[in-house]
């Protein structure tokens, strides 16, 4: 029908809310129809285009239809720029895919929001009420409107909690919300998330794509902007705080491995806070403090999402890496505000769904503005008994979390399956709540030219304003079902591949034009400005810097090596083989280059590879991944997608050709693969260069790249005139090659094969950065700069590195009456010795923060 409708002739190109009227998909029978506000009826005809969706489709003019394909293509790539994922636990492989984003919103009329945003407000108050009570006097279990089993058996209740009031009183700063439409029109709870609630960032991250994509479709429709609903939070948060506006903000993140992992980036980015890890964090005096290179600096404010248990090892859960030890202490002092306070992880069970009624009729005096779907928790016996027989018409989810299986569609059960169910239910109703299938609302998705029904559930936020108000943010985290998912999954899990859809909420009055740009600086506030790098960041930049350039050393090692291997000299080739040897490119017992050229070959191929091996190109890139995943909020997209990409293109070339070689690659076609990694490289170096702010971070990383480079290269030099390669026609190729010096080389000296300009250039040479002198020189420099706060330790430390812009030529180039270069290797050798020495020292002095008087404490 779609090309019967586009065929016409230019004049008579119908307009897009015809087209889309047209190639719309009939919904599921009994499921409300977002696109024409109607219950789906068989056998009926459908309805015309709802106001909103035929005003958003006229808008797109008389190409627009035919521009959403145009306009998909752009929502995907800027998804990829973005570097927007969602980790996937349960695939093999590489845990994080794309952000699936669909094209078109949804569309939440002004009347629909408002009966929302009443229902929302409530059920937060409600729930604050209820925790204050539940961790306090306890009233509402002891009249039993609340089943004392369902509160203390519950993993998620936590004792230490018990009479721990917040400061502000104010235990919920954020409260999430599952809606969805019934087919009456109205809307119902599936679910509350209270302890750590995800999607704030993914519902920016979907606004600020689709948003630009419709720009006028936007505007036309009034969409309400959502700044001043963060705004008011950070407000509140700070209205809380010790510090009043002068707050520290914090978000704790549980790491790079969790699969909201980019939200929490991208949330943290946008809101200006720092983003945070447990280690980052310590507790003296009762304090919450962040760890920095300059010091401790207070924290007054903890946004997290990290959950309950894992939050403090001393009360909580004892082996959990993830929190802080102490924290729990910092907020009985009042010296902290949290978001949420530790606790509400409880109220989110479905089990206690039944009996909010009745706690909304007892702490508000009101009936709730938002109804639930039927549940009935089977810890009752006599609700069990009465149910038990009617087990089809539930679906079975379990009261507690942590159980091996999630919820179970009756319905779709065989016989024996069912019988298991039941007797699982019988040895332990308590753990099982039933839960009457909903039928959410179905929205349209754009796909293949066509408007497919999907079944949609929103995520709706409440936000504390912290004088004891709620704002319900004017969006949502919208998630849409694949086919046949909402069969399997009533919540539309991202896990289990629902994709997302950005929200419009249509104002009723004026809207927003609130932001998020904080208040302008002062001429005295920016004369001592600098940017805060955490002691995690730190270390990470370190090694992000070590790592790469351990990685583009050993690609350039094993290059020079299999290029030079087959004609290489016998001084030569003893060198490939100590520096091999040295650098773990080839493992013990592997005979010499002499004794089997093709088994050393073959052994240094297959070790480029080897991902558990320290030292293996592979391995270095996969270590390089994983900083660069911790430092997420400090790379710009192009630097991370580069990091991203050469690993596993690396590993996926060298598989292929070690597999078309069947298991013996040749070493022309290995020598590709390396001159691709070596490309991706130096891209990654030029990002690092070129696209990083020059704070103290940077610095480390460039530390940790010349630290790297000294200790490989002056070994290297040592090993080769050790083995006598200056003195081989073809070991200027091979010293050469290792600096990457070559070209410069011949560039000065030509066809010369001497050692004193060869010394020159790769000790002596300040203005060739692969020189020693360069790089000992480059890292004084860049430590000298962090010694705002340290100079003594600082100057400690540069003047305990080499200097070998002063060393003497001609004490260098001298053989002893051995014939050896002895005050050469010697040399070079304490360059190696300094190295490592220097990554010691900071590691020790920078990254972990033992109490010692000279460490610096800023309040």
Request: proline share 6%; net charge neutral; with cysteine.
């Given at each position: 029908m779609q090309s019967s409708l586009l065929a016409d002739d230019d004049d008579d190109v119908p307009d897009a809310a015809t087209v889309a009227a047209a190639v719309a998909r009939r919904g599921t029978a009994g499921q409300f129809d977002e696109l024409r506000a109607e219950?789906?009826?068989?056998?009926?005809?459908?309805?015309?285009?709802?106001?909103?969706?035929?005003?958003?489709?006229?808008?797109?003019?008389?190409?627009?239809?035919?521009?959403?394909?145009?306009?998909?293509?752009?929502?995907?790539?800027?998804?990829?720029?973005?570097?927007?994922?969602?980790?996937?636990?349960?695939?093999?492989?590489?845990?994080?895919?794309?952000?699936?984003?669909?094209?078109?919103?949804?569309?939440?009329?002004?009347?629909?929001?408002?009966?929302?945003?009443?229902?929302?407000?409530?059920?937060?108050?409600?729930?604050?009420?209820?925790?204050?009570?539940?961790?306090?006097?306890?009233?509402?279990?002891?009249?039993?409107?609340?089943?004392?089993?369902?509160?203390?058996?519950?993993?998620?209740?936590?004792?230490?909690?018990?009479?721990?009031?917040?400061?502000?009183?104010?235990?919920?700063?954020?409260?999430?919300?599952?809606?969805?439409?019934?087919?009456?029109?109205?809307?119902?709870?599936?679910?509350?998330?209270?302890?750590?609630?995800?999607?704030?960032?993914?519902?920016?991250?979907?606004?600020?794509?689709?948003?630009?994509?419709?720009?006028?479709?936007?505007?036309?429709?009034?969409?309400?902007?959502?700044?001043?609903?963060?705004?008011?939070?950070?407000?509140?948060?700070?209205?809380?705080?010790?510090?009043?506006?002068?707050?520290?903000?914090?978000?704790?993140?549980?790491?790079?491995?969790?699969?909201?992992?980019?939200?929490?980036?991208?949330?943290?980015?946008?809101?200006?806070?720092?983003?945070?890890?447990?280690?980052?964090?310590?507790?003296?005096?009762?304090?919450?403090?962040?760890?920095?290179?300059?010091?401790?600096?207070?924290?007054h404010v903890l946004l997290r999402r990290v959950d309950d248990e894992f939050l403090d090892p001393l009360e909580l859960r004892f082996d959990s890496a993830l929190g802080v030890p102490g924290l729990l202490q910092a907020l009985r002092a009042g010296e902290l505000v949290m978001a949420n306070a530790p606790g509400a992880g409880f109220l989110e069970s479905l089990g206690l769904s039944a009996f909010w009624p009745a706690v909304a009729r007892e702490l508000l005096g009101e009936d709730l503005l938002l109804p639930a779907p039927t549940t009935w928790w089977c810890g009752e016996e006599a609700v069990w008994e009465a149910q038990r027989e009617r087990l089809e018409e539930f679906i079975v989810v379990p009261t507690f979390p942590g159980t091996a299986q999630g919820p179970q569609i009756v319905s779709q059960l065989d016989e024996a399956q069912r019988t298991a169910l039941v007797a699982r239910i019988d040895a332990d109703p308590a753990a099982y709540t039933l839960l009457r299938p909903q039928r959410p609302s179905e929205t349209p998705v754009w796909a293949d030219g066509q408007l497919w029904p999907r079944a949609a559930v929103m995520r709706v936020f409440a936000l504390a304003d912290g004088t004891g108000g709620w704002r319900v943010l004017p969006g949502a985290l919208t998630r849409v079902a694949g086919r046949d998912e909402a069969m399997h999954d009533p919540l539309l899990s991202m896990q289990r591949?629902?994709?997302?859809?950005?929200?419009?909420?249509?104002?009723?009055?004026?809207?927003?034009?609130?932001?998020?740009?904080?208040?302008?600086?002062?001429?005295?506030?920016?004369?001592?400005?600098?940017?805060?790098?955490?002691?995690?960041?730190?270390?990470?930049?370190?090694?992000?810097?070590?790592?790469?350039?351990?990685?583009?050393?050993?690609?350039?090692?094993?290059?020079?090596?299999?290029?030079?291997?087959?004609?290489?000299?016998?001084?030569?080739?003893?060198?490939?083989?100590?520096?091999?040897?040295?650098?773990?490119?080839?493992?013990?017992?592997?005979?010499?280059?002499?004794?089997?050229?093709?088994?050393?070959?073959?052994?240094?191929?297959?070790?480029?590879?080897?991902?558990?091996?320290?030292?293996?190109?592979?391995?270095?890139?996969?270590?390089?991944?994983?900083?660069?995943?911790?430092?997420?909020?400090?790379?710009?997209?192009?630097?991370?997608?580069?990091?991203?990409?050469?690993?596993?293109?690396?590993?996926?070339?060298?598989?292929?050709?070690?597999?078309?070689?069947?298991?013996?690659?040749?070493?022309?076609?290995?020598?590709?693969?390396?001159?691709?990694?070596?490309?991706?490289?130096?891209?990654?170096?030029?990002?690092?260069?070129?696209?990083?702010?020059?704070?103290?971070?940077?610095?480390?990383?460039?530390?940790?790249?010349?630290?790297?480079?000294?200790?490989?290269?002056?070994?290297?030099l040592a090993l080769a005139f050790e083995c006598g390669v200056h003195e081989a026609d073809d070991g200027f190729a091979a010293i050469l090659g290792i600096f990457d010096s070559i070209i410069t080389y011949r560039a000065q000296f030509q066809a010369r094969r001497e050692v004193l300009p060869l010394l020159h250039l790769l000790v002596l040479d300040t203005d060739n950065p692969r020189s020693l002198a360069w790089v000992a020189r480059t890292m004084r420099d860049r430590l000298r700069k962090l010694a705002r706060q340290d100079p003594a330790w600082v100057a400690e430390i540069t003047d305990s590195l080499p200097t070998p812009d002063n060393w003497s030529l001609d004490a260098l180039t001298a053989p002893d009456p051995a014939g050896r270069h002895g005050a050469l290797i010697e040399a070079l050798e304490s360059c190696s010795d300094a190295a490592r020495e220097l990554s010691d020292q900071i590691g020790r002095h920078l990254f972990v923060h033992v109490v010692s008087p000279e460490r610096s404490v800023w309040v």
């Open positions: 219950l789906t009826s068989a056998g009926q005809p459908p309805a015309p285009l709802a106001p909103l969706w035929r005003e958003f489709f006229t808008s797109l003019g008389p190409d627009g239809w035919a521009d959403l394909r145009a306009r998909q293509l752009r929502v995907q790539q800027r998804v990829r720029e973005d570097g927007a994922t969602y980790n996937i636990y349960a695939e093999r492989g590489e845990a994080d895919r794309p952000w699936p984003l669909e094209t078109l919103p949804f569309i939440v009329s002004a009347d629909d929001w408002a009966v929302i945003e009443q229902g929302v407000q409530q059920r937060a108050k409600l729930l604050e009420m209820a925790l204050a009570d539940i961790y306090g006097p306890q009233t509402l279990l002891r009249d039993a409107l609340l089943p004392p089993a369902l509160v203390f058996a519950h993993p998620q209740y936590l004792r230490p909690a018990h009479g721990l009031w917040p400061r502000g009183d104010i235990h919920l700063h954020i409260a999430a919300f599952d809606l969805a439409r019934t087919p009456k029109g109205g809307f119902t709870v599936l679910a509350q998330r209270l302890q750590a609630p995800s999607g704030l960032g993914y519902l920016l991250e979907n606004r600020l794509i689709i948003g630009p994509q419709f720009h006028d479709q936007f505007a036309a429709l009034r969409v309400q902007r959502i700044a001043s609903t963060f705004r008011s939070l950070l407000d509140g948060l700070m209205r809380a705080s010790p510090a009043g506006e002068r707050s520290r903000i914090v978000l704790l993140t549980p790491g790079p491995l969790n699969e909201t992992y980019f939200e929490q980036v991208f949330l943290a980015r946008y809101l200006g806070v720092t983003l945070v890890e447990g280690s980052d964090l310590t507790v003296r005096g009762k304090r919450l403090y962040l760890k920095t290179l300059h010091g401790l600096e207070r924290v591949g629902s994709a997302s859809v950005d929200t419009w909420v249509i104002a009723r009055g004026a809207v927003d034009a609130t932001s998020l740009l904080p208040k302008p600086l002062s001429v005295a506030e920016l004369q001592g400005w600098h940017r805060t790098v955490s002691s995690r960041a730190a270390e990470n930049l370190f090694w992000l810097g070590r790592y790469t350039e351990r990685a583009e050393n050993c690609a350039r090692m094993a290059r020079v090596m299999l290029e030079a291997l087959p004609e290489g000299s016998e001084p030569v080739l003893q060198f490939f083989d100590a520096l091999a040897r040295r650098h773990g490119l080839v493992p013990a017992g592997v005979p010499t280059p002499q004794q089997s050229m093709r088994l050393f070959e073959r052994a240094l191929v297959h070790g480029l590879g080897d991902t558990d091996d320290l030292t293996s190109v592979a391995y270095n890139l996969r270590a390089l991944r994983g900083c660069a995943k911790a430092l997420r909020e400090r790379l710009s997209p192009e630097h991370w997608k580069l990091i991203h990409e050469v690993g596993d293109h690396f590993e996926h070339h060298l598989a292929a050709v070690i597999e078309e070689g069947e298991g013996h690659a040749a070493p022309p076609d290995v020598l590709g693969v390396l001159a691709r990694a070596t490309t991706h490289l130096a891209a990654i170096t030029g990002a690092q260069t070129d696209r990083m702010t020059r704070d103290d971070g940077w610095r480390l990383l460039s530390v940790g790249r010349q630290i790297e480079r000294l200790d490989v290269l002056a070994n290297a």
